[in-house]
């Protein structure tokens, strides 16, 4: 069974950082595209950004390049997702998600990916 599990979320003040981080289980995490998404109450689905298996990363989203950063440790089945200089409008649910590396996907959408995590809350206030 594939589990992706996300920490990392939680309240903070404009213009600070917090990192997210996604662990896999039940699947060759290495063999993965990995991606971070979010979804804001009203609002559609967007992909932050995706990491192939080597971890060359292939969308950054306009609304957070230069400010959030996606990596990844295959040993450790785990990926990352550096957010500064936060903005209250980068309050979300965030979710990552996994896709095999041979498979079509989206980033900017989600398309296409099979596993999703439960999603963890981040609030920034002004």
């Known amino acids: 069974q594939v589990q992706l599990v996300v920490s990392g979320g939680g309240l903070v003040q404009a213009g600070g950082s917090l990192r997210l981080s996604c662990t896999g289980s039940g699947l060759n995490f290495a063999d993965y595209t990995m991606g971070w998404f979010r979804q804001a109450p009203g609002k559609e689905r967007e992909g932050i950004s995706c990491s192939t298996r080597i971890s060359y990363v292939t969308y950054d989203a306009d609304s957070v390049k230069g400010r959030f950063a996606i990596s990844r440790v295959n040993a450790k089945n785990t990926v990352y997702l550096q957010m500064t200089s936060l903005k209250t409008g980068d309050t979300a649910l965030y979710y990552c998600?996994?896709?095999?590396?041979?498979?079509?996907?989206?980033?900017?959408?989600?398309?296409?990916?099979?596993?999703w995590g439960q999603g963890t809350q981040v609030t920034v206030s002004s």
């Open positions: 998600a996994a896709v095999s590396s041979s498979a079509h996907y989206s980033c900017s959408g989600g398309f296409g990916f099979t596993y």
